[in-house]
């Protein structure tokens, strides 16, 4: 399952997104660390197909993919070094595999900023700070322990060296481990240090309707190479409380081509290189997440270890063809169900049957 963690200095609109994501009730008071626990809420992708596959089978049930989201406390400068509750922030954003970063754009003076000025670049340098700082903590932490087995000319810790080594000159330039390419060796080392800024990140702008970019910000995530959305958080929690009508028709006269939070969680999707697969019949319709390039065996797990682990082969259609012809039995006609085997790629929209 995708999970997502919400982070932000205080009092940016963490907790304001993460209701609207969930619909949950979560602390969302006008004061800093109102949130100390991480709340986590299960949300369903948004997905046309599902419904349309549901209807096609006319299953009894349909589940969507879904992704975790984390509301996690506000960070602030210093966390690194156990300001606020930094430590146990950073520990928590150390689960999740993809960063929402909430950014404040909008002015307000009855809702106060952690630094009393609205100054967006800033909050995103400062919070990206405190990532690089813890973990220039660990990679430092990890060059010390492995000394000795370096010294005895070990090849393994030889290579590992090497890779903290880069991952530590680029942090002390002030860089983002996700900012370098890394070959597969290199990821593999880099994934058991679990570093919080190789994390993928969005950046959510939390606006009050503007829908323009300040140029300041325009420019760092065309040289970051970042995904961002402009978004007004307090909107959208507004509207999602209303019917799915009533809200679509406020989203109009508001000029809202789409509904933001859906907007939130394919970008999420998309940050974190996922796709969607379906499995369909009477008894339920379902989409399942998995990592683009994943193969059928890979993509079985996701629905039980028996699919990897006693795969056969799998029949495939995809989605659209398989709604297009109207029935599994034209599709055959067509030749448009395929048998594949353990090196198939699964692609996004496959509707599959695997044979163990």
Same mark, same amino acid.
């Given at each position: 399952?995708?999970?997502?963690?919400?982070?932000?200095?205080?009092?940016?609109?963490?907790?304001?997104?993460?209701?609207?994501?969930?619909?949950?009730?979560?602390?969302?008071?006008?004061?800093?660390?109102?949130?100390?626990?991480?709340?986590?809420?299960?949300?369903?992708?948004?997905?046309?197909?599902?419904?349309?596959?549901?209807?096609?089978?006319?299953?009894?049930?349909?589940?969507?993919?879904?992704?975790?989201?984390?509301?996690?406390?506000?960070?602030?400068?210093?966390?690194?070094?156990?300001?606020?509750?930094?430590?146990?922030?950073?520990?928590?954003?150390?689960?999740? @595999?993809?960063?929402?970063?909430?950014?404040?754009?909008?002015?307000?003076?009855?809702?106060?900023?952690?630094?009393?000025?609205?100054?967006?670049?800033?909050?995103?340098?400062?919070?990206?700070?405190?990532?690089?700082?813890?973990?220039?903590?660990?990679?430092?932490?990890?060059?010390?322990?492995?000394?000795? @087995?370096?010294?005895?000319?070990?090849?393994?810790?030889?290579? @590992?060296?090497?890779?903290?080594?880069?991952?530590?000159?680029?942090?002390?330039?002030?860089?983002?481990?996700?900012?370098?390419?890394?070959?597969?060796?290199?990821?593999?080392?880099?994934?058991?240090?679990?570093?919080?800024?190789?994390?993928?990140?969005?950046?959510?702008?939390?606006?009050?309707?503007?829908?323009?970019?300040?140029?300041?910000?325009?420019?760092?995530?065309?040289?970051?190479?970042?995904?961002?959305?402009?978004?007004?958080?307090?909107?959208?929690?507004?509207?999602?409380?209303?019917?799915?009508?009533?809200?679509?028709?406020?989203?109009? @006269?508001?000029?809202?081509?789409?509904?933001?939070?859906?907007?939130?969680?394919?970008?999420?999707?998309?940050?974190?290189?996922?796709?969607?697969?379906?499995?369909?019949?009477?008894?339920?319709?379902?989409?399942?997440?998995?990592?683009?390039?994943?193969?059928?065996?890979?993509?079985?797990?996701?629905?039980?270890?028996?699919?990897?682990?006693?795969?056969?082969?799998?029949?495939?259609?995809?989605?659209?063809?398989?709604?297009?012809?109207?029935?599994?039995?034209?599709?055959?006609?067509?030749?448009?169900?395929?048998?594949?085997?353990?090196?198939?790629?699964?692609?996004?929209?496959?509707?599959?049957?695997?044979?163990?």
């Amino acid at each position: 399952m995708l999970s997502v963690g919400i982070v932000g200095l205080p009092n940016v609109g963490k907790s304001t997104l993460f209701n609207a994501l969930t619909k949950q009730s979560v602390p969302a008071e006008n004061y800093p660390f109102c949130t100390i626990d991480p709340s986590v809420g299960i949300v369903p992708v948004p997905d046309s197909r599902l419904q349309k596959l549901t209807d096609f089978s006319k299953s009894a049930k349909t589940i969507p993919a879904v992704v975790q989201f984390t509301d996690i406390a506000g960070l602030v400068k210093g966390a690194s070094l156990g300001e606020g509750l930094g430590n146990k922030f950073l520990s928590h954003i150390r689960e999740v @595999e993809a960063i929402a970063e909430v950014v404040r754009v909008f002015e307000d003076k009855d809702i106060i900023h952690v630094h009393n000025a609205i100054n967006p670049l800033h909050d995103i340098e400062v919070i990206n700070l405190e990532l690089i700082l813890a973990d220039l903590e660990t990679v430092t932490k990890r060059i010390n322990n492995i000394q000795k @087995e370096l010294k005895r000319g070990d090849e393994k810790t030889a290579k @590992e060296y090497d890779v903290l080594k880069k991952i530590e000159a680029m942090l002390t330039t002030g860089k983002l481990v996700r900012m370098e390419d890394y070959n597969t060796d290199e990821q593999k080392i880099i994934k058991g240090l679990h570093l919080l800024s190789a994390k993928p990140i969005l950046y959510i702008l939390n606006t009050k309707g503007e829908t323009q970019l300040p140029k300041e910000l325009a420019d760092f995530f065309e040289k970051e190479k970042a995904e961002y959305a402009i978004l007004d958080i307090k909107t959208e929690r507004e509207l999602n409380d209303l019917s799915a009508e009533e809200g679509m028709g406020i989203r109009k @006269e508001l000029g809202m081509a789409e509904v933001g939070i859906e907007m939130i969680i394919k970008k999420g999707y998309q940050i974190l290189d996922l796709i969607t697969f379906f499995t369909t019949g009477e008894d339920e319709t379902r989409g399942w997440t998995i990592k683009r390039g994943s193969s059928a065996p890979e993509a079985g797990a996701a629905i039980h270890t028996d699919f990897k682990d006693k795969f056969i082969r799998a029949e495939v259609i995809g989605c659209s063809d398989l709604l297009e012809v109207g029935s599994y039995a034209k599709a055959r006609e067509k030749g448009l169900v395929r048998t594949e085997g353990k090196e198939y790629i699964v692609k996004d929209g496959d509707v599959i049957e695997f044979k163990i």
